[in-house]
């Protein structure tokens, strides 16, 4: 019988692409949801449902019974508080590690979780680490750059602009950044459940030695939209003086805002790439996409689903 895995932030960005990642091998899926409203993307795929969230102990038992290996994928990448991002980050990996048992699990961390005094969030997905690094079963945390691709809704705004003739970087010579195309990392992590990795924490990307520079983005985005743009670059106290609105907006209730004063301290990093090749390599990992063929394939997907309108270009 095929193996059994365990998925959850199946309804989030990464995770349609990850559940067609692993139903193309042959597993099969057991997904957690907080509610089902059917994804057009998952349309035939045989899936099984347990209702609950990272708190819920008894759906995590009940995701996790007889499973293979458990893949967690889902987390925050903005919240109100610190203690909002540690609840959902550290605490419900700790849960879910509990859960799992002796099955294989697979974390989705995140590549700032390198600078955990950056911000909450990288605090949290350092935590996060640690929780899955303490199990007694077996366990790989993957740490994924910037990640973009059909679904994306955190980078709209970056394709948005440009479509409008302004590209927006922050003024911070020589940063660079790895990236990854969303489906490209669905697939390293589908191809997790098998590698022979254990207790390890790894890095994944394109594979473009060094990453890229924010002219690299501006000029893929470009291409990809078929327009040019000039370049707006933020200076660092405009910036947080934004993130301080926003934090302050989100400790008043309205809706929470990704860019806050951590978030900015993550985005003037000068380093923030890649460069441990050992998950790469046991996958003998090929990505699908650069970066030009990335932003392309998102256009693309954001025209077809009118989230970007077709624009003309007037320079």
Not at 248 to 277: C, S, Y
Request: one cysteine or more; proline letters at 5%; hydrophobic letters at 45%.
């Amino acid at each position: 019988m095929a193996k059994l895995v365990a998925v959850t932030g199946a309804t989030g960005f990464v995770g349609p692409h990850l559940v067609r990642a692993l139903a193309a091998r042959g597993y099969r899926l057991r997904l957690l949801v907080r509610r089902w409203s059917p994804l057009p993307s998952l349309a035939g795929i045989e899936l099984e449902l347990v209702l609950g969230d990272l708190e819920d102990r008894a759906a995590l038992g009940a995701l996790c019974a007889g499973a293979d290996a458990v893949i967690h994928a889902a987390g925050a990448i903005k919240a109100r508080t610190t203690a909002d991002f540690m609840r959902a980050n550290r605490d419900g990996t700790a849960n879910l590690s509990t859960a799992a048992g002796a099955a294989r699990l697979i974390l989705l961390s995140s590549l700032v979780a390198r600078e955990p005094d950056l911000s909450p969030y990288a605090a949290s997905k350092r935590a996060a680490e640690r929780a899955v690094a303490d199990r007694s079963g077996p366990w790989l945390a993957v740490r994924a750059p910037a990640v973009y691709g059909p679904g994306d809704r955190e980078t709209l705004a970056y394709f948005a602009g440009v479509a409008r003739g302004l590209a927006l970087a922050p003024r911070a010579d020589g940063a660079r950044v790895s990236m990854i195309h969303v489906e490209d990392l669905a697939q390293a992590l589908a191809g997790c459940v098998a590698v022979e990795l254990d207790r390890e924490i790894c890095e994944i990307d394109d594979g473009k030695a060094e990453g890229y520079g924010y002219p690299d983005l501006a000029q893929a985005a470009e291409a990809a939209l078929g327009r040019t743009a000039r370049t707006l670059r933020v200076p660092r106290p405009a910036m947080a003086a934004l993130g301080r609105i926003n934090a302050g907006l989100n400790r008043l209730g309205a809706p929470v805002q990704i860019l806050t004063h951590g978030k900015v301290r993550e985005i003037f990093h000068p380093d923030w790439v890649v460069r441990d090749r050992k998950l790469a390599a046991v996958l003998a990992f090929s990505p699908r996409y650069g970066l030009m063929e990335g932003f392309r394939d998102t256009v693309l997907w954001y025209r077809r689903n009118n989230w970007l309108r077709q624009t003309r270009n007037t320079v």
